[in-house]
């Protein structure tokens, strides 16, 4: 018999076991954590850590992005392949640990077979070189296509149209981008800039966040911008990216920021994040999106006359709002979803009575009238109904809003402005960077009040019809029940 050297007696032991492995197992397939809007959202068995990801655009936003994404995660549990969630582009090569792995695309998964079982808690290192593909499947997310190059809308579940990830609010993680594209275009990312580098006609751009994000909320754009910088409360960074050829246009807007910030402050507590603006895209997205640190909005929002100056001002706090509620406390599930859109309703509803004399109650009574149709036609507000097929955008309903809005304004009323205002300045202190439920915003309204709330929001939040309004025994709910 031939001499083997230790090593590659070892390395031939490994090879024969990976084999002996991927012989036993299933066919690849999809998995999910089980989200009950978005089951195969997700997946299990490891925890992400940080994600960097290298995307180089070639000046064509209708053309594939070259894109590396590496991610640095732990196993919670043993795994024999690893699932990450992954549409739209091509996968070229991927590695684990350093070592070149197979894979197969399966549905919306990239499935992964590393060289070996991997034990719980170790480090994960993936990489994973594909592309990033644009596309014109409208109101599906991912890459947004603006007059001048791309922009991200990812909410709820199109992060992973874009790159691989583990695509669920609940698993959130640090982030590095890395953004080459060619001379006369500026990138712009989450996070706070770390350096440019300058190769031939191209520049890269580097972001890092300081805090953990989701990857619903991530941004990258690119384009023929204008970078604007102010300063907000403590000193913090605000910086703006609009098209340059608007830049004066749009400053009388921009410019109200920090007082927007300052505002919010003194409502719940000092800002989150390391830097806050806003991203003014040329594009008609049908919404704006709380990305982190960088709030996605349409020009037209701002150079349109279809809304009057107040609302347009609302919806910049209701979008700021987000960075406290969504943003540094992201839900656990997507069934949490009224706890992000109840509350920035619910600012943008005190700034506009406020700023703009259009008193709360008015709202809220306007809401209650047309809650039930809301619940009929969109479920409870902590209990949605999944959003209709191919319409994901379709879970951002009414219901969520006004009809969210309206349960922290019957909590108000039924434990006092005083407890109110205490619990929202806690809730944001106790999970921030983390994910909380619904479950534990009813528990930690039960502390602040000294008493079990649990019975009195169960109806609010789980019911079918609207419960009684504190105070006000007078409201009714008369809409026109809508069938679902």
Do not use: C
């Amino acid at each position: 018999m031939p001499f083997i050297s230790r090593r590659l007696r070892a390395a031939l032991l490994v090879t024969a076991s990976a084999a002996l492995v991927a012989a036993t197992l299933p066919s690849p397939r999809p998995l999910g954590i089980g989200d009950p809007l978005f089951p195969n959202l997700g997946n299990p068995g490891y925890d992400v850590l940080a994600y960097d990801i290298g995307l180089t655009y070639h000046g064509d936003n209708k053309k594939p992005l070259d894109a590396v994404t590496r991610i640095d995660a732990r196993t919670t549990e043993q795994l024999d392949r690893i699932n990450l969630d992954f549409a739209r582009g091509t996968v070229r090569e991927v590695e684990v640990n350093g070592l070149r792995a197979d894979f197969a695309v399966e549905d919306e998964d990239l499935v992964i077979q590393p060289l070996g079982r991997l034990p719980a808690g170790v480090p994960l290192r993936i990489t994973v070189r594909h592309t990033s593909v644009p596309d014109d499947d409208k109101g599906a997310g991912g890459w947004v296509r603006t007059a001048d190059g791309l922009a991200m809308a990812n909410q709820a579940d199109a992060g992973h149209r874009v790159f691989p990830s583990n695509d669920h609010p609940s698993d959130k993680a640090y982030f590095t981008f890395r953004v080459t594209a060619p001379d006369g275009l500026t990138s712009v990312a989450n996070g706070l800039p770390a350096g440019t580098v300058r190769h031939g006609d191209d520049t890269t751009w580097t972001y890092r966040t300081e805090h953990p994000m989701a990857t619903e909320l991530a941004q990258v754009t690119i384009g023929r911008s204008t970078v604007l910088h102010r300063t907000g409360p403590h000193g913090l960074p605000v910086r703006d990216v609009v098209p340059s050829a608007d830049r004066e246009r749009l400053e009388p807007w921009l410019r109200r920021t920090p007082a927007h910030l300052e505002w919010m402050e003194r409502q719940v507590g000092r800002y989150p994040f390391e830097t806050y603006g806003l991203l003014v895209a040329d594009t008609e997205t049908g919404f704006e999106l709380e990305t982190q640190t960088l709030s996605l909005f349409e020009r037209s929002l701002f150079t349109g006359t279809a809304y009057p100056e107040w609302y347009v001002e609302s919806v910049m706090v209701h979008e700021l709002a987000h960075q406290w509620f969504g943003d540094s406390v992201s839900p656990q599930t997507w069934s949490d979803l009224w706890l992000n859109e109840g509350h920035a309703t619910w600012y943008e509803a005190r700034y506009a009575e406020e700023h703009a004399d259009r008193p709360l109650e008015d709202r809220m009574r306007a809401a209650y009238t047309r809650s039930d149709g809301w619940r009929a036609a969109g479920g409870p507000p902590a209990r949605p109904y999944p959003p209709a097929p191919g319409q994901k955008i379709s879970l951002f309903r009414p219901v969520v809003y006004d009809g969210s809005a309206l349960i922290l304004y019957a909590l108000r009323q039924e434990i006092g402005k005083d407890a109110f205002d205490r619990l929202e300045r806690s809730w944001v202190q106790k999970h921030r960077d983390s994910n909380a439920t619904t479950e534990d915003f009813v528990r930690l309204a039960s502390r602040t009040a000294g008493r079990d709330l649990a019975p009195f929001l169960d109806g609010w939040l789980y019911g079918e019809k609207t419960p009684p309004m504190p105070g006000h025994p007078d409201w009714r709910s008369d809409e026109p029940v809508a069938q679902r």
